[in-house]
């Protein structure tokens, strides 16, 4: 569900016509510029006289510029015009659970300065969250130079469901403070205890409790983490474990509101455009990346959560109420547990990146000595990540290879399942854990697509990688920008 601002209201048929032909006029210059007035008027339909009287409006305003002139057709060459980029500017943010990615561009979607920072301070809380992504767009128009007049409108692609008006995310647990986030399973600390008796707890005693039956156990479908939407950012190499509401209870990181959009637009006085990320990066794919010119495709993110994005007929599909391709929240078994998760569902528990670390760290308990993992981690288990359950595998680990064999399995079922049901031309792979090398994450998955799906689609990786969110939260705004005919009138008009 795209949400922001109402578009402006504009009377009076002529006034409409004419707004609505400058629209055409700039969409046509943004995608196939630069062009003359001729060309501008075949390929608009508009008559050569009205493109010349908007034109020379629009060149005023400085919405257009003369760039040269074209080659001569038998007269006088003509002039050339493009689309004023830096007429405006857009920052689009990328939310996650362990940190904040952002970017402004302009209104061509290039990127003018880049910068990241932690989601929550050492000493924050959730209520915090605003006001550090406040900061990191200080930081973006500082180093840029760009006053914030200037920017057109605030795009955000955050790891949960905003509200239609833009200002608030609900069905967000990643965004929740937990201030015991690198708890792997409940006795991490014992296990670095043990290891003072003996190199890696080899004095026989048992690391995680007598029967190994805490969180994190070995069957690896505990409720021990991840979020309930992907993000496509490093969030995959965070600690596992991360059960922040479930082991209370507590499902206000479910349901509990974060009004990120209204503190933003309340200390910048910009339109503020909030959007899933997952949909954000889909947005940017179609824009810039995998998904350039497609019409039925599915984005997977797979980070510390797992989510869809699914683009039908050239659109992106978000459902009822915004929450559509939440598929972390289905089932890994096919009879259950069928129980309401607290934020987190099934699937991504299992084969997200907290779940990845889990579920290593399980069997690495159930062993009862060392391994190449936790030597990478440097013998502490609360450092252990997707990623260096990555590394260890391609380095042999066995338990690491076990692991990640599982995980695409049960990915690749997951995503022939939903290519069964959505037919699409194009799977898109992009997140922490599918940076993963290939011969572990992608080629499996697209293996057992190809078995399973009678039309399989082709499976490709993120062109975008970590700015997939970035550009689709610019995507965010402009689209919305050019519905709406104020767009037309003044580049950063409210």
């Known amino acids: 569900m ?15 016509i004419k707004k609505l032909n400058r629209s055409r006029i700039l969409e046509c210059l943004q995608q196939s510029g630069p062009l003359s007035r001729v ?31 074209g080659p001569s057709r038998g007269g006088r060459r003509p002039m050339l015009f493009a689309y004023n980029s830096r007429l405006a500017y857009v920052v689009g943010l990328d939310v996650g659970g362990t940190k904040v990615a952002g970017g402004v561009s302009d209104l061509d979607g290039n990127l003018l300065a ?118 496509s950012g490093d969030d995959a190499d965070d600690p596992c474990g991360e059960d922040r509401n479930a082991r209370s209870g ?9 009004p990120i959009g209204q503190y933003l637009q309340e200390h910048l006085g910009r339109p503020v455009y909030m959007d899933n990320d997952v949909n954000a990066m889909l947005r940017g794919e179609v824009w810039r990346g995998a998904l350039q010119g497609e019409r039925h495709a599915v984005g ?15 659109e992106v599909y978000t459902g009822a109420r915004g929450s559509a391709g939440e598929i972390g929240y289905w089932l890994i078994g096919a009879l259950g547990p069928i129980t309401r998760s607290a934020g987190y569902g099934p699937l991504e528990t ?15 308990k159930a062993r ?25 595998a391609v380095l042999g680990d066995p338990l690491a290879l076990d692991v990640w064999r599982e995980t695409a399995e049960m990915l690749g079922v997951a995503l022939a399942n939903l290519c069964c049901l959505m037919d699409p031309e ?52 402009l689209d919305s920008r050019r519905s709406s005919i104020s767009y037309v009138t003044a580049g950063v008009e409210s």
């Open 114 to 231: 880049t910068a990241t920072i932690p989601t929550h301070s050492e000493t924050g809380s959730t209520d915090d969250v605003p006001a550090r992504i406040l900061q990191l767009v200080h930081r973006l128009l500082d180093q840029a130079g760009i006053d914030v007049s200037k920017v057109m409108g605030i795009g955000i692609g955050v790891p949960g469901i905003p509200d239609p008006e833009g200002r608030t995310v609900t069905l967000a647990p990643g965004l929740r403070r937990d201030e015991s986030r690198v708890l792997v399973v409940e006795g991490a600390a014992a296990l670095n205890g043990d290891r003072r008796a003996g190199r890696y707890g080899h004095d026989g005693g048992a690391w995680y409790g007598d029967d190994g039956s805490g969180r994190g156990g070995d069957d690896g479908r505990s409720y021990c983490g991840g979020e309930s939407r992907a993000t």
């Open 300 to 314: 997977v993110t797979v980070g510390t959560g797992i989510g869809v994005g699914l683009l039908v007929n050239g």
């Open 250 to 258: 507590d499902v206000s990181g479910a349901a509990g509101a974060i």
């Open 426 to 477: 194009v799977l898109v792979l992009g997140g922490g854990v599918s940076r993963a090398p290939r011969e572990l994450f992608l080629d499996p998955v697209q293996r057992i697509i190809e078995t399973l799906v009678p039309y399989p689609p082709r499976v490709v990786p993120s062109h975008l990688g970590e700015q997939a969110v970035i550009l689709g939260a610019v995507a965010t705004v």
């Open 2 to 16: 795209l949400a922001g601002p109402e578009p402006a209201r504009v009377r009076g048929s002529g006034q409409l």
């Open 39 to 69: 060309e501008l008027a075949q390929r608009t339909g508009i008559s050569l006289p009205s493109v010349s009287h908007l034109m020379h409006e629009m060149q005023e305003e400085g919405l257009v510029v003369p760039v040269g002139q």
């Open 368 to 392: 009862g000595y060392g391994s190449v993992v936790l030597d990478l981690a440097g013998g502490d288990v609360s450092k252990i990540s997707a990623r260096l359950v990555a590394e260890g």
């Open 350 to 364: 299992f084969a997200a990146g907290p779940g990845i670390a889990r579920r290593y760290v399980a069997r690495l």
